[in-house]
């Protein structure tokens, strides 16, 4: 074991000197973990603008929206409204006066739409609330970028928010109604009329404030916002950390070609030491960069979860299978440059595939199969069990066995594919 | 360094043919022996199976057909064993760059089963055997080619084998390199190391060996102290014309000479083995003025292991 441990601290050595490891495996990383940290949100999660044009500006309609925004805003901020006709609208990135020139409002809508600075655009037409007094149907148009699950969320919202109008209003007209055909209290266009509408509708707005019904959501586990850098965070560390150890393969390759690997072969050590001490060293770069990386990641605000059997678990299991890829990769690569094109190709296939770069859930369910033959997929698995759902060790057990799994098939074909001569 | 009768190295029926049977056929069937203390030279053109039969011997390619017994151990039966005995310097510079000499050296030096104050003693050792104490802690990618090469050499003397194998160790070096290396070997060779050294170079051969093997197309045409193979080529002496842009037909008419028993044509030369070179230079001479071509230089050489060669082959070293 002596001489696999010599050459595993010698090619550590090499690599911690060598400034390319730093810039790939270290200084890469952070940065584009910050990026599409930052793209996706940071630390703030994604929030949804919605704007919202009320050219109807009855008293119906500034209800109605504010309806929507008391649905919008009630879920953990992550939608923000933006009301032209209002001058509240904080953090809208509207024009100042956007407030006085209704006649400009459908244009600037569309460019905000278009360049996607808001995922969609509410818009109540005129005679919104003379359509509603009158007991007649009206609709409310909702545009949106087709960007992503953000639309479907939103439209539940709108729906939401028109249930609760309709209701009022239904009951508003009802009891009118009533009155004036029971009591003949008031003539049907008479402000007499309008007034008890008004009072009607106000009272059933008023009772639905305090909701009859209510759903009292409990969860045994505490949420953890899947704020950018918690997307981010893992996606980075795994997809750098799988490429460090894929250099298994350049290494093999280069130093058969430089012939320092044959010169290792002359020595009075077995070949399986001097491969073993090889991948060794890969194996422990990369687990050194994956702690770093987390570490790394813990300032920027990723919440890893509080599971440090678990990541403990991954940080050793995930590098393994990873390595073990590498070897694979050496028995059919023949140059170096072809090793470093199979350890990109592979790195970049692989990420996106196994949900580095993007959540699996947004993706078909075909393809969440399909990337799950991505060792990424898995170790993404188990980080984001322990660190959405509070996964205990015992939860990501199935994914830390595939990824040992994974491990043992491509080192069987690494070494009876490994070309000693 | 006076050389044992006892073999230390025995080559047996060594064949080796990659990829067969359409491969090629690299080490056909060689058998020879090495003595104790002495210096062997393998000297043969580029391809001819030096680096094949070394790689062989040294375990790093497993032969097709026969074995070698090593300081009493065989290749094959018991590669550990014969590792052990050898020190080996390959062709290629088998260094980590970013790493000084002093690294280099200790990593392989613990490799080699050495430890402690042992390892340190022999690291300095190796430095001053190769002149590099100076320049001990400097990453060897600042070296010049000629040090690179002598740390390349000092890694294979580090657990003073008893058998030291040299793959063409002054390919591509500058002529004081070559010259600090040659008497570095001759030095090693005076501790009573055995030296196998394949090359192509004929003078260097010439200036180590006390028997060299010559080794053409995997085969070993020649064997023998240079007397022997001396005696082999007779007392020819080798004329070499420079004449540019020769045809080729115009070698046999040099060849139809009487006394001249080969020509042959090498860029930008023309060279006659002849017994006695005084006698047909004139005609020699003569018969490229009437053909026009324009000659540069004369040279007539006493018999060396390059005339051999080319007596043996029809083929000069370099080709």
Request: hydrophobic share 45%; charged share 20%; net charge negative.
């Amino acid at each position: 074991m002596k001489p696999v441990i010599i050459i595993a601290l010698n090619d550590t050595l090499i690599s911690v000197k060598e400034r390319a490891t730093f810039l790939t495996g270290l200084l890469m990383p952070v940065l584009m973990m910050v990026l599409l940290g930052v793209a996706q949100g940071g630390n703030d999660g994604a929030t949804i603008t919605i704007d919202v044009i009320d050219e109807d500006g009855s008293k119906l309609s500034t209800q109605f929206v504010d309806l929507l925004t008391d649905e919008m805003q009630g879920e953990q901020d992550a939608f923000r409204v933006c009301a032209y006709h209002s001058d509240t609208a904080e953090d809208c990135d509207l024009p100042d006066d956007i407030a006085d020139t209704p006649g400009d409002w459908r244009s600037t809508a569309d460019d905000r739409l278009e360049k996607t600075d808001t995922y969609g655009a509410i818009i109540i037409e005129d005679g919104f609330g003379d359509h509603l007094r009158a007991g007649d149907t009206t609709t409310v148009t909702f545009k949106n970028s087709g960007n992503l699950s953000a639309p479907t969320l939103a439209q539940q919202k709108i729906d939401a928010a028109i249930s609760r109008m309709s209701g009022s209003v239904a009951i508003a007209n009802l009891t009118v109604g009533i009155a004036e055909e029971t009591f003949a209290a008031f003539d049907p266009n008479s402000p007499e009329r309008a007034a008890a509408f008004d009072s009607v509708l106000d009272s059933a707005e008023t009772a639905w404030q305090d909701r009859p019904i209510t759903v009292n959501s409990q969860s045994t586990k505490e949420q953890v916002s899947r704020s950018g850098f918690n997307q981010s965070g893992p996606g980075t560390t795994t997809m750098f950390v799988l490429m460090m150890a894929l250099s298994a393969a350049s290494i093999l390759v280069y130093e058969r070609k430089a012939g320092t690997l044959q010169r290792l072969y002359t020595l009075p050590i077995a070949k399986w030491q001097i491969i073993t001490g090889k991948l060794l060293s890969c194996y422990l770069v990369s687990a050194l960069q994956f702690i770093i990386l987390i570490g790394v990641g813990m300032l920027m605000g990723v919440e890893w979860g509080d599971n440090i059997v678990g990541l403990a678990l991954v940080i050793l299991i995930f590098p393994l299978t990873s390595t073990a890829l590498g070897l694979a990769l050496a028995t059919v690569a023949r140059t170096s440059a072809q090793a470093s094109s199979l350890q990109l190709l592979l790195g970049l296939t692989l990420a996106p595939l196994g949900g580095a770069w993007w959540p699996l859930e947004i993706v078909p369910d075909f393809m969440k199969t399909i990337g799950h033959i991505s060792p990424i997929a898995w170790a993404m698995d188990a980080l984001q069990e322990m660190m959405f759902y509070d996964g205990t060790v015992i939860d990501i057990l199935p994914m830390l066995g595939v990824l040992l799994g994974m491990a043992a098939v491509f080192f069987a074909f690494g070494v009876w594919n490994f070309k000693y001569e | 360094m006076p050389t044992s009768a006892a073999p230390i190295i025995e080559i047996t029926n060594l064949k080796k043919h990659f990829n067969p049977p359409d491969g090629p056929l690299a080490v056909n069937k060689i058998s020879m022996a090495i003595m104790a203390g002495e210096i062997f030279s393998l000297l043969g053109p580029n391809g001819a199976g030096k680096t094949t039969t070394i790689n062989m011997m040294c375990g790093l390619l497993t032969p097709t057909e026969g074995d070698v017994i090593i300081a009493g151990h065989s290749v094959i039966k018991e590669p550990l064993a014969v590792k052990r005995a050898l020190g080996v310097v390959p062709q290629e510079l088998a260094i980590y760059p970013t790493l000084s000499a002093r690294q280099n050296l200790v990593f392989f030096g613990k490799l080699y089963g050495l430890g402690g104050s042992e390892l340190n003693k022999r690291v300095d050792e190796v430095l001053e055997f190769t002149g590099l104490t100076e320049r001990a802690k400097d990453p060897i990618e600042e070296y010049s080619g000629g040090m690179k090469r002598r740390v390349n050499i000092g890694i294979g003397l580090l657990h003073r084998p008893q058998i030291v194998f040299l793959d063409e160790p002054t390919v591509a070096i500058d002529p004081q390199s070559r010259r600090n290396i040659l008497d570095a070997v001759k030095e090693l060779n005076a501790q009573g190391t055995t030296i196998l050294y394949t090359t192509h170079y004929m003078e260097e051969a010439q200036e180590l060996s006390d028997r060299v093997g010559i080794i053409d197309h995997g085969s070993i045409i020649a064997l023998g102290t240079q007397d022997e193979l001396m005696q082999q080529v007779g007392e020819q002496d080798t004329l070499v014309f420079c004449v540019p842009d020769v045809p080729d037909e115009f070698i046999d008419t040099l060849g139809a000479i009487q006394g001249v028993n080969k020509a042959l044509h090498v860029d930008d030369e023309i060279r006659l083995l002849a017994k006695d070179g005084r006698t047909v230079l004139p005609d020699a001479i003569r018969l490229i003025n009437e053909a026009g071509l324009s000659l540069q230089s004369v040279e007539v050489h006493e018999p060396t292991l390059e005339a051999l060669f080319l007596h043996l082959t029809g083929r000069a070293l370099r080709d």
